[in-house]
């Protein structure tokens, strides 16, 4: 390994590279097409090579790998402070150099495919179940202007469409009747597939010993786990619990200046469909806290009489988080009697 240094931006047809010397000044720049760039990084010596972590870096941040060379994956919103001059892509390559070179800013961690297979996996379900509640919601406002009302709710819609289906006195016409159907088989559809998630979900938090381990904290279940795992991978990149609680986003966004502290609302980074699970999590555990006489259950009481009910979801959130990381960087389970103290 050398001291050269690429910043390579990436794209889905043309990719940008720029290599800087040893003091971050640029010496050489080339556009690229795909065939063209796994050839020329094959062929070369061993270098370091920096991208920014976006849409396809960690197949080629493993690729590279393979290869031999060193990649590091940088956050784009921290990249985006060491653009200079107009945005093109040879300027936004040399902003990543600089930034890498640099070295102040936190790399991301280099997804393996089995992490990437359980994110869009996570994904897929997502949209299946985004795709299941608007057509629920479609069908509502037509029957609506027809003076038929059906309660909010999947479970209203699937239970009514039948009835109204086979109901020949509600006034609907033979050819709305039709269109309804075709909605109605669609929307079975979509539920025997989210059936299908389900059950798949329940198989890997059965048969995956960090689901199983994750599966001990309070508000996780299979589907917390599973998106935890996924995103957190081993764990090894977070130092300690409350650095993996600040990458998810659920510590305070602080605006301080003068010697003032000024704490706000959750800074929200990190990936946004992890969180809002943990969220979901915490906020089933702290409904029923009242009912139980565990530490971390009386710790909950406390918070939401103290500080109210959301900023409670919010607290226990980053202690769950703080907890899984302990399960899953130290192989450790969860000790409902130690659950308050911090980590």
Known sequence: MNNRLFGLDLAKTAFHAVEVDQKGKQEWRRKFTRKQLKGFFENHVKVKIAMEAC?????????????????????????????????????????????????????????????????????????????????????????????????????????????????????????FR?????????????????VWFD????????NDPVCQRLSELPGFGPVVSSAVKSWMGDGKQFSRGRDASAALGVVPRQHSTGGKD????????????????VIHGARSVAMHAAKKTDPLSRWIVRLIAGRGFNKAVVALANKLIRMAWVIIAREEHYHAQNSVAAV
């Not at 479970?155 to 006195?169: C, F, G, M, T, W």
């Not at 000024?262 to 699970?277: C, E, F, N, V």
């Open 55 to 175: 849409a396809s870096a960690h197949y080629w941040a493993r690729l590279f790998q393979r290869m031999g060379h060193e990649v590091e994956l940088l956050p784009p919103q921290h990249v985006k402070g060491y653009l200079r001059g107009q945005k093109n892509d040879y300027n936004d390559a040399r902003a990543i150099a600089e930034a890498c070179h640099h070295g102040s800013i936190r790399p991301a961690v280099i997804k393996t495919v089995e992490q990437q297979d359980e994110q869009a996996f996570h994904r897929i379900r997502k949209q299946r179940i985004g795709e299941q509640t608007r057509l629920a919601n479609q069908i509502r406002g037509l029957l609506g202007e027809y003076g038929i009302i059906i309660n909010k709710g999947v479970s209203s819609v699937r239970k009514a469409l039948p009835v109204i289906l086979e109901d020949a006195d509600n006034g609907l016409t033979a050819r």
């Open 178 to 194: 039709e269109l309804l159907n075709r909605e109605y088989q669609r929307f079975l559809s979509l539920a025997e597939e989210r």
């Open 199 to 206: 059950k798949e979900l329940h198989n890997q938090s059965t």
């Open 262 to 277: 000024r704490l706000l609302g959750i800074s929200k980074r990190g990936d946004s469909y992890t969180r809002s699970q």
